[in-house]
């Protein structure tokens, strides 16, 4: 997806984001922090020219949803290269990344390693978790800014 | 998970989504496919389908015969669940057109889960 559609879903999902609570809506609260933070990232990836912009949805590593020519208003899985990541880490990214996006990946995967144990478990949810989780999003966004504007993209 | 820690789950998930307006529909969309996840599992584990420690996390993991099994006593919720996790490449990951009415299809896609889930009774 374009730079401006990953920054205009970001912002809507920090927007609900902030209307939660930490602590008493955690897995909801986790989960915006996580699909929020992995916008970002494919934002900086497209901005950095590490990735595909075009407008195809990942449906799983290698496989996007595109328009059925054919049939107007229906999707069809193709088999394309890389465009948006489904999560960090998935797919890996096998090209070099520069080194604000390494630390965007690191950041997220500071969130991610959390995702199974708090949310599909039982692992208590400490201050600790939020707090890292809380730290690891602004990085990622914070970072996010830093490599739009230094690509110079002005499609946001 | 235990069935009642799937209930828990399940019920502060939603408890969330209520703070969701309708134009937070890709939060919608993935509080369905969580709660409706606990649900699902809470119903296979009340079922007797699956062991406690054997929780299904996307319906698209599923292999065949594990759809076939789960199918024959809990085939509504398993539509519902799929039907929730279609929309999220197009509506989540994507920008189709349509994303509000998605997530109110997904909101009633998730009652039905919780009101299947809720009447499961032990069966194998």
């Known amino acids: 997806m ?7 879903k970001v912002e809507r999902l920090d927007a ?60 069809r899985p193709t088999l394309a290269s890389l465009g948006d990541v489904l999560h960090v880490g998935r797919p890996r990214i096998e090209a070099p990344l520069p080194p604000m996006l390494v630390a965007m990946c690191a950041a997220m ?17 400490t201050e600790e978790i939020v707090d890292a989780c809380d730290d690891a999003y602004s990085r990622c966004l914070t970072l996010m800014r830093e490599v739009l504007t230094e690509s110079g993209d002005t499609d946001r | 998970m235990s069935p009642e820690a799937h209930r828990r789950k399940a019920e502060r998930i939603e408890r969330s989504l209520a ?7 890709e939060a919608v969309i993935e509080a369905a496919m969580l709660a409706g996840s606990h649900w699902f599992n809470m119903a296979l584990h009340v079922f007797g389908l699956t062991a406690e420690d054997d929780d299904v996390v996307h319906t698209y993991f599923l292999t065949g015969n594990q759809s076939q099994r789960y199918g024959i006593l809990a085939g509504d919720m398993l539509a519902a ?22 997530g109110r299809r ?18 194998v």
Not at chain 1, 2 to 8: I, R
Request: with cysteine; proline share 7%.
């Open chain 2, 19 to 25: 703070k969701c307006a309708r134009k937070d529909y």
């Open chain 1, 109 to 125: 995967e500071v969130i991610e390693a959390n995702r199974d144990p708090c949310v599909r478990a039982e692992r208590r949810i």
């Open chain 1, 16 to 75: 609900l984001r902030r209307r939660l609570d930490p602590f008493g809506d955690f897995e909801l609260w986790f989960w915006i922090t996580m699909i929020a933070g992995t916008n970002a990232v494919n934002a900086a990836l497209h901005a950095a020219g590490v990735t595909d912009d075009s407008e195809r949805f990942p449906t799983q590593p290698g496989v996007y949803l595109v328009p059925d020519k054919e049939k107007p208003g229906e999707w």
């Open chain 2, 106 to 123: 997904a909101f009633e896609l998730l009652a039905r889960i919780r009101e299947s889930a809720r009447a499961a009774k032990p069966a």
């Open chain 2, 81 to 102: 669940l799929d039907a929730i996790e279609q929309l999220r490449p197009l509506y989540v990951r994507g920008n189709a057109p349509g994303g509000e009415a998605a």
């Open chain 1, 2 to 8: 374009k730079v401006s559609t990953h920054l205009e």
